[in-house]
């Protein structure tokens, strides 16, 4: 059984329904535009996996949001910041902050679990995803295709006996103040809309791998992310925006509410956009009966302690496993 994470960054897994940023078009997120026939390859893992409305109820940051997904639970300080304009990680002996479930699996279980992991900056560090099996950390921003194509395809390809693999695509974080939706997309960093279809298209340049190579009918798929991103809310108008077609980062305020920029004022309505976060799990390892899924009230949390169960390890944190929900689960298409 192989495990297969790919986390990509400031990726909303969901909207809150009646917020457009043109005619029937919703903020980008992945259950919508699924469902509106933008992106068939996250329409496919979604039929055929188990789509979870997840959320994250913390800090709504890449260093917190990473190490949610890295430990499983919520209370995992230190985390990384900036000290002087330079990234700082207080990690010390006497505060060494939980273990992450990649380096704690390959503890556990030496030689049954055969790790790697493909990231960018910080999140190789001890406590989020680092691993002494097969690590690379690239600079800030490398181009998600190149982390797939340069690094991780080719490990994937000759060192056959992976089983649990960690890939960051971190450029959807960089593709913001800019517009949600624009007809026409020059340039995949040109709008969020115009990077989610490049992004489609790369993820089934990972699926066609798996299937090529004869390893998807044994690996279990996940698609996560850390955060999401304001639009068409409060905290979005607060920053600027003039308009719902304006990504504006993920800055706090956090629980923000629906705004109405026609009348400049809140509907009242909850957003919380950037806590909307990205969470499926498919892959031709998956049980047939738990394809085609929907799963409500998860938690960013809930990922490690899914990747675990799927791979036996004994891991303990705060989040539990979506597989021990299996009677909360709905038939539900996008």
């Keep these: 059984m192989r495990v297969l994470l790919i986390v990509i960054d400031q990726l909303p897994g969901h909207w809150v329904n009646g917020v457009e940023v043109a005619e029937g078009i919703p903020p980008v997120n992945v259950w919508d535009y699924a469902r509106l026939g933008f992106t068939p390859n996250f329409h496919r893992l979604i039929r055929e996996g188990i789509f979870c409305f997840a959320w994250n109820k913390g800090e709504c940051d890449t260093p917190h949001g990473m190490k949610y997904l890295a430990t499983g639970r919520y209370d995992a300080a230190p985390y ?32 049954r679990i055969r ?49 649990l693999v960690y890939i960051y695509f971190p450029v959807m974080d960089s593709v913001s103040f800019c517009p949600s939706y624009q007809k026409h997309a020059p340039h995949p960093r040109s709008s969020k809309h115009a990077y989610m279809l490049f992004l489609d298209s790369l993820i ?71 806590r909307r976060v990205l969470f499926l799990v498919s892959g031709g390892a998956l049980d047939p009966n738990l394809r085609g899924k929907v799963l409500r009230d998860v938690e960013i949390i809930d990922v490690a302690p899914t990747i675990a169960d799927i791979l036996d390890i004994p891991y303990e944190c705060e989040g539990k496993s979506i597989l021990k929900r299996k009677s909360e689960m709905t038939s539900v298409s996008p």
Excluded at 80 to 109: C, K, M, S, V
């Design 80 to 111: 990384w910041t900036t000290a002087n304009g330079w990234p700082y990680y207080p990690r010390t002996r006497d505060n060494p902050g939980p273990i992450g479930l990649f380096e704690f699996a390959q503890h556990y279980a030496p030689g």
């Design 115 to 163: 790790p790697a992991c493909f990231t960018t900056d910080h999140w190789i560090a001890p406590g989020y995803f680092y691993t002494a099996g097969y690590s690379v950390a690239l600079s800030a921003y490398y181009p998600d295709e190149l982390v797939w194509r340069e690094f991780a395809r080719p490990y994937l390809r000759k060192r056959r006996e992976w089983n």
């Design 204 to 274: 089934g340049e990972v699926v066609e791998f798996l299937e090529y190579n004869k390893l998807w009918d044994e690996t279990y798929l996940i698609l996560a992310s850390d955060h999401g991103y304001h639009a068409g809310c409060s905290t979005a108008r607060k920053v600027g925006a003039t308009s719902s077609n304006w990504c504006c980062d993920h800055p706090p305020p956090h629980d923000c509410e629906v705004w109405d920029f026609d009348e400049d004022k809140s509907t009242g309505r909850y957003s919380g956009c950037t």
